[in-house]
């Protein structure tokens, strides 16, 4: 059985795809380790293979006020990326870069079991959720799989392009923890 120590020493010395050649650090998800909450998104950003950690730049910035816009913190969630590794110029991760890193994911997930998934974009819900998940139509509803249930927000990337997109985001993030008090009620 894995621990997290050994998902995290694999993800460092990984290099089962062309990105291991190209990357400064791989990134590690972080949070709680208890956490019912786990946000996925698609790769780290230039800011984070830098630092080896997920979501510390403007998108971090961001995402810490989505959270506290509904009175969460890092500390009691969890998040992480498919991609342990930065896809040079920020592009889209390839197929094959996804199919090298899911099983570090899929690690992440059994030990965490979290009660809720957040996907963060397009990229993360169309692997997790569904391949045709359309972010604009789909964001805030929510997918049942053998009892975890799953939901897709914008990025925060795709925010800082487009502001609008801000409050319908602080909202899906509302009725996120609205889930997870409610799941949290159910299981008393």
Same mark, same amino acid.
């Given at each position: ?5 050994d ?8 290099a089962r795809c062309?990105?291991?050649q ?8 972080? *949070?709680s380790?208890?956490?019912?909450i786990m946000? $996925?998104?698609?790769a ?7 630092? *080896? ?8 910035k ?7 816009s509904?009175?969460l ?8 990326? $498919?991609?342990?590794c930065?896809?040079p ?17 899929? =690690? ?19 692997? $997790?959720?569904a ?15 053998k009892?975890c249930?799953?939901?897709?927000? =914008?990025?925060?990337?795709? $925010? ?11 909202a899906d993030f509302r ?10 009620t159910?299981h008393?």
């Amino acid at each position: 059985m894995y621990t997290w120590k050994d998902i995290e020493q694999y993800i460092a010395s990984c290099a089962r795809c062309p990105l291991s050649q190209t990357r400064r650090l791989p990134v590690m998800g972080r *949070g709680s380790h208890s956490a019912d909450i786990m946000l $996925i998104a698609e790769a780290p950003g230039g800011q984070e293979d830098l630092e *080896g950690l997920p979501f510390v730049g403007r998108s971090g910035k961001l995402l810490d006020e989505l959270l506290k816009s509904c009175s969460l913190t890092r500390d009691e969630i969890y998040i992480t990326n $498919i991609l342990k590794c930065h896809p040079p110029g920020n592009r889209d991760p390839k197929e094959a870069e996804k199919e090298a890193c899911i099983s570090y994911l899929k =690690y992440e997930t059994f030990l965490l079991k979290p009660k809720i998934i957040v996907c963060l974009g397009r990229v993360a819900a169309q692997r $997790i959720i569904a391949p045709d998940y359309k972010i604009t139509r789909q964001h805030g509803t929510w997918t049942n799989r053998k009892g975890c249930f799953m939901t897709a927000v =914008y990025h925060p990337s795709a $925010i800082l392009r487009d502001p609008s997109k801000l409050d319908v985001t602080k909202a899906d993030f509302r009725e996120i923890v609205k889930k997870r008090d409610e799941l949290r009620t159910a299981h008393l």
